[in-house]
């Protein structure tokens, strides 16, 4: 009873997100400053895992080609498959929930522990569209960070490749442009939209609806991160069944 009434309160979040807007000029400050802490500051961290986790995945595959009959260029291919399909729209995503998800549940929290909330209800300004629609709409441009961290980690498999003697500079890129199809960096993109959506709705809720004090807030965030972790992680399998079947 208690999953439903949450999946109750968060679908009314939902509907009034959208309700008694803020005024454009200030929502507009809003979202750009949501995009600047929520995208732009999360290029870093992101950028920097996953040029490693590219060279991971490369020298992974280079030392299982025990079989000299498998062309070196299969380094490239399977390292430009396991970044656009699932490294950079689900791995990322999940490291986004701990780093973008705690952010957002903490700094809720703390507005409503310290009656901020209450403040602008009383002003007449709808809390809900104050606080969360900027952090949905900055997280619409998550696709944009997605398609930097597939470059760079592609990137990282070439630098650890080539330069670890594993594979020749031209059958990389021969892997990397091997049986290409776009659609699938298309549903990599559709995923990343998703997930943007989850990443700034249940931290959200989560931070919104808490009650309590400062210790609670550290809780909230937990909670937050265990669920949007599970919410992206069933998301994937969904809409992989769809998208790719």
Not at 10 to 18: P, S, T
Not at 37 to 65: H, P
Not at 82 to 105: D, H, N, Q, R, W
Not at 209 to 236: D, H, P, Q, R
């Amino acid at each position: 009873m208690r999953f439903i009434r949450h999946i109750g309160l968060y679908v009314i979040m939902l509907f009034g997100v959208f309700r008694r807007p803020t005024k454009p000029i200030v929502l507009k400050e809003l979202i750009l400053k949501e995009i600047d802490d929520l995208i732009i500051g999360s290029l870093w961290i992101t950028g920097f895992i996953s040029l490693f986790m590219g060279a991971v995945v490369a020298l992974q595959t280079s030392l299982n080609l025990d079989n000299p009959l498998i062309p070196k260029s299969l380094i490239g291919f399977a390292t430009r498959q396991s970044i656009i399909l699932e490294f950079a729209p689900t791995f990322i995503s999940v490291i986004m929930a701990g780093k973008v998800g705690s952010y957002i549940t903490s700094s809720i929290g703390t507005m409503r522990v310290t009656e901020q909330i209450d403040a602008l209800e009383v002003m007449g300004i709808n809390p809900l569209n104050y606080l969360i629609f900027p952090k949905i709409i900055a997280l619409l441009f998550y696709p944009f960070l997605i398609a930097i961290i597939m470059f760079v980690g592609i990137l990282g498999g070439y630098l650890a490749a080539v330069y670890g003697n594993l594979v020749s500079s031209e059958e990389f890129i021969m892997g990397v442009q091997d049986t290409f199809i776009p659609y699938h960096v298309a549903y990599a993109f559709i995923k990343t939209m998703v997930f943007g959506i989850i990443l700034a709705t249940i931290p959200s809720y989560h931070g919104y609806y808490m009650k309590g004090g400062a210790l609670e807030v550290g809780k909230a965030s937990t909670t937050s991160f265990v669920w949007t972790c599970v919410a992206i992680i069933v998301a994937n399998y969904l809409l992989t069944q769809i998208l790719l079947s």
